[in-house]
């Protein structure tokens, strides 16, 4: 049908034509309604068209099977309000785990009220005794700013077929004969409580993803939140456990009610999810993104979260990463459920991949593993080899009587992607770290993940977007196997602009000693940015600011740095601070000998502690508050203007500027003090040190100087060659001695300068501190 015929028909429902019209851009909604049509035969009387179109909106995919029945109802009015349309939805929904199904109508009238009248006499008896009972005294208190949705709600626990327009109309008057006319205070919008976080841009490649109600690519109506607790509570909506059929995409077969059934007897019907790395590299900031819908997931739902390391590559696993990875898991504040690998798995893996081959699902190749590449590789002449012979040869695999690379096993299907026949298991002669020289083959993550994931009972498989294609191998294993099938649902991947996550190439960095190892600071490792000195929480709270949308997301690390300093701000301490130290001799210090002050922790909170500063007739002041011939607008100090020192209750005014004869340079500055009491107030207040310790301070910035180093485009001669030439320097700092005894990670705000973290190459004869970001006042200061 023609779009023009399309959009008098579904005027024809009851739409405007504004509203026809984008109806047809959206293709599964067309459909649905096209199919609908085609099932009436009869003019449709008042209110069915709408009705049809409610019913279209929400059908899923796994129950289009039972449109006609649907139409029917609603073409009869034995569905003739939008209530009872969902309460058929989801039963039939709820019918969907048995497969071929037939629909018990007399059940389906049941559960959707059908016949059942609800009178106005009832609606304004049961509106009444809400409203002058259980509502009375919050109404009297917040008048018409009460949330009268919440009235409805407890009137439908009593009332569930109640008319809504009826209901709504009855919940208004009995307000008003209670309350009155509206006041002029009435009128008055209550202030929103919460602003909305900046957004992050969005890949312009990525496609839109409908809500994670409806599909199993994740969403919400509101993609972020302040914290990964409010995201997982408020924002984000998967399946119930044991609701598997209920998704998109889900397979059922003649064994799914069986299995979810023994699967709620084993979890309880408790969540359980898990985070499966493998161990063959540092975690970056993807990975919190990862860690975080994870284990927030399954704690925002008091369940449960495994750390099951994927160790099926035994070629680049190292014990460094397995202790790396659970380290910085629980330094985000995770503890997992249990922790467990692939290879606890390995004979159960093996077993199932022989039942594949029994089944005629799975058979032993010897394509080479370059002809199989690609989007477009030839088919297997091996495909429909005997049974026998391909148990025989995956027999002989095992006990390593092929060469490596010389045969592998595949499963028969075809991916999404068009893809044929994924391996399932490789030969490599190479000792695995938990199981020693036992095995010779080992199993894919494309083989292990969902058979891993059936063992472990989890509910909720997460997973990035590029696991989608892959969703149909998932279903197609666990079902080939008669096994307890998860749902895989998938979320779009966090990039950081001006950075490389690549393990690959963050370790050629390392070989070319571009960085120092994993977790330099200049790198979007974790460990690197915990040495930086960022607070775990603000990488927490950076991730539900992101939210759990199906798009990929790329963003500057200027949005993480605003996450940081969000937290540092209220849990850093002050300290003074002179990164780069010039002498100042007070020619009349106003004391007989060194003076010792109490200074805030946090000026702006006194009662959260203090700690004592030196004052004394020589100080340091930071060289660049001094200038001899400032610009306009210039408000520190120079030769014409004074300036305060911060704590210390002094102003101070240059009298003598000492200089190197040889090359100018400012050696020095003799000045006068005043009381800032008696004194001219001035233009600013700088940071001081006096009888310094000092300090090694490192100074970085981004460590490439295009936002995508890795794109031929932007960086013809790839990111080696992007690398900045000052993204760290390195500074002999001077602090007042409340720095001594700092420990690894301790962090501060120096003032005016920015926020500094303590490094682990700290020791008792030297103090190191990383700067972790600077302050957002930075670029201004005058």
């Known amino acids: 049908m023609a779009g023009e015929d399309l959009i008098i028909k579904f005027q024809e429902l009851g739409m405007s034509e504004q509203k026809a019209k984008e109806t047809l851009k959206n293709a599964n909604l067309t459909r649905n309604l096209q199919l609908a049509l085609a099932e009436t035969t009869q003019p449709l009387s008042d209110g069915v068209g709408m009705l049809l179109y409610h019913m279209a909106t929400k059908l899923k995919p796994q129950i289009s099977g039972q449109l006609p029945l649907l139409v029917r109802y609603i073409a009869e009015r034995k569905l003739d309000n939008t209530q009872r349309v969902d309460a058929a939805l989801e039963y039939v929904l709820k019918c969907g785990q048995k497969k071929n199904v037939n629909v018990d109508l007399a059940e389906l009238e049941r559960e959707c009220g059908v016949g059942v009248v609800v009178t106005p006499e009832e609606i304004e008896r049961v509106v009444q005794q809400k409203i002058r009972g259980t509502y009375k005294q919050a109404l009297l208190e917040q008048r018409y700013h009460f949330n009268a949705f919440k009235i409805m709600q407890d009137v439908r626990?009593?009332?569930?077929?109640?008319?809504?327009?009826?209901?709504?109309?009855?919940?208004?008057?009995?307000?008003?004969?209670?309350?009155?006319?509206?006041?002029?205070?009435?009128?008055?919008?209550?202030p929103k409580q919460n602003e909305k976080q900046p957004k992050a841009k969005v890949s312009s490649n990525a496609k839109p993803e409908v809500k994670a109600s409806t599909t199993s690519t994740a969403a919400a109506d509101d993609d972020s939140a302040n914290t990964i607790a409010e995201l997982m509570k408020t924002k984000v909506h998967f399946h119930a456990p044991g609701e598997n059929f209920k998704t998109d995409g889900y397979v059922v077969t003649e064994h799914t009610e069986r299995l979810l059934r023994e699967h709620l007897q084993l979890t309880g019907g408790r969540v359980q999810t898990r985070f499966p790395p493998e161990p063959n590299g540092i975690l970056?900031?993807?990975?919190?993104?990862?860690?975080?819908?994870?284990?927030?997931?399954?704690?925002?739902?008091?369940?449960?979260?495994?750390?099951?390391?994927?160790?099926?590559n035994p070629e680049k696993?190292?014990?460094?990463?397995?202790?790396?990875?659970?380290?910085?898991?629980?330094?985000?504040?995770?503890?997992?459920?249990?922790?467990?690998?692939?290879?606890?798995n390995f004979q159960q893996l093996y077993d199932w991949a022989v039942l594949l081959i029994r089944k005629g699902l799975a058979y032993v190749c010897h394509q080479k593993a370059e002809e199989i590449k690609g989007f477009n590789p030839p088919p297997s002449p091996w495909r429909e080899r005997p049974i026998d012979e391909s148990l025989q040869l995956f027999e002989d695999m095992k006990h390593g009587k092929i060469d490596e690379g010389a045969a592998t096993l595949r499963l028969k299907l075809t991916l999404e992607e068009g893809k044929q026949d994924p391996v399932a298991y490789?030969?490599?002669?190479?000792?695995?770290?938990?199981?020693?020289?036992?095995?010779?083959?080992?199993?894919?993550?494309?083989?292990?993940?969902?058979?891993?994931?059936?063992?472990e009972q989890i509910t909720h498989s997460l997973c990035t977007k590029e696991f989608q294609?892959?969703?149909?191998?998932?279903?197609?294993?666990?079902?080939?196997?008669?096994?307890?099938?998860?749902?895989?649902?998938?979320?779009?991947?966090?990039?950081?602009?001006?950075?490389?996550?690549?393990?690959?190439?963050?370790?050629?960095?390392?070989?070319?000693?571009?960085?120092?190892?994993?977790?330099?600071?200049?790198?979007?490792?974790?460990t690197a940015l915990r040495r930086r000195g960022y607070p775990a929480e603000a990488i927490n709270n950076f991730c539900a600011q992101m939210g759990v949308t199906g798009a990929q997301i790329s963003v500057d690390p200027a949005m993480l740095e605003a996450a940081v300093r969000d937290v540092l701000n209220v849990t850093a301490p002050r300290r003074l601070v002179v990164l780069e130290p010039l002498k100042v001799t007070i020619s009349n210090y106003p004391h007989s000998g060194p003076v010792e002050l109490q200074v805030p922790n946090f000026p702006q909170n006194p009662a959260l502690g203090?700690?004592?500063?030196?004052?004394?007739?020589?100080?340091?002041?930071?060289?660049?508050?001094?200038?001899?011939?400032?610009?306009?607008?210039?408000?520190?100090?120079?030769?014409?203007?004074?300036?305060g020192l911060r704590h210390a209750g002094l102003v101070i005014s240059v009298?003598?500027?000492?200089?190197?004869?040889?090359?100018?340079?400012?050696?020095?500055?003799?000045?006068?003090?005043?009381?800032?009491?008696?004194?001219?107030?001035?233009?600013?207040?700088?940071?001081?040190?006096?009888?310094?310790?000092?300090?090694?301070?490192?100074?970085?910035?981004?460590?490439?100087?295009?936002?995508?180093?890795?794109?031929?485009?932007?960086?013809?001669?790839?990111?080696?060659?992007?690398?900045?030439?000052?993204?760290?320097?390195?500074?002999?700092?001077?602090?007042?001695?409340?720095?001594?005894?700092?420990?690894?990670?301790?962090?501060?705000?120096?003032?005016?300068?920015?926020?500094?973290?303590?490094?682990?190459?700290?020791?008792?004869?030297?103090?190191?501190?990383?700067?972790?970001?600077?302050?957002?006042?930075?670029?201004?200061?005058?």
């Open 469 to 526: 294609s892959r969703r149909s191998s998932y279903y197609w294993l666990c079902n080939a196997l008669n096994i307890y099938c998860p749902v895989q649902w998938e979320y779009g991947r966090l990039n950081m602009n001006y950075a490389l996550v690549s393990k690959r190439k963050i370790a050629k960095l390392i070989s070319e000693r571009i960085v120092h190892d994993w977790d330099d600071p200049r790198l979007f490792t974790l």
């Open 610 to 643: 203090f700690h004592k500063i030196t004052l004394d007739r020589v100080i340091y002041i930071e060289r660049s508050d001094f200038k001899l011939e400032p610009e306009k607008g210039y408000r520190r100090l120079s030769t014409q203007q004074a300036v």
């Open 157 to 190: 626990n009593e009332l569930k077929w109640a008319d809504a327009k009826s209901l709504k109309a009855a919940i208004d008057v009995e307000i008003f004969d209670l309350l009155g006319p509206k006041t002029e205070a009435d009128l008055i919008p209550l």
């Open 317 to 344: 696993e190292e014990e460094k990463f397995f202790v790396g990875i659970r380290d910085m898991v629980e330094w985000l504040g995770y503890t997992p459920y249990k922790v467990t690998y692939s290879s606890d």
């Open 426 to 455: 490789r030969i490599k002669f190479i000792p695995h770290h938990r199981t020693g020289s036992e095995w010779c083959i080992y199993p894919t993550y494309d083989y292990t993940h969902c058979l891993c994931d059936s063992i």
């Open 284 to 312: 970056h900031i993807g990975h919190a993104k990862a860690i975080n819908i994870n284990f927030g997931y399954a704690a925002a739902h008091k369940g449960v979260c495994y750390l099951r390391y994927d160790d099926t």
């Open 655 to 782: 009298q003598q500027v000492v200089r190197d004869p040889a090359t100018g340079e400012v050696l020095e500055l003799v000045c006068s003090s005043e009381s800032a009491e008696q004194a001219e107030k001035p233009k600013a207040f700088v940071q001081w040190v006096s009888q310094p310790i000092e300090l090694e301070v490192r100074l970085y910035e981004q460590l490439f100087k295009h936002k995508n180093p890795e794109d031929p485009n932007e960086v013809p001669g790839g990111f080696l060659s992007d690398i900045s030439d000052n993204s760290m320097s390195v500074l002999c700092a001077y602090s007042d001695q409340s720095l001594s005894g700092v420990k690894v990670y301790d962090k501060f705000q120096f003032e005016r300068i920015g926020f500094f973290s303590v490094d682990p190459d700290t020791s008792g004869t030297r103090i190191v501190f990383n700067r972790t970001v600077g302050l957002k006042e930075d670029s201004g200061k005058k």
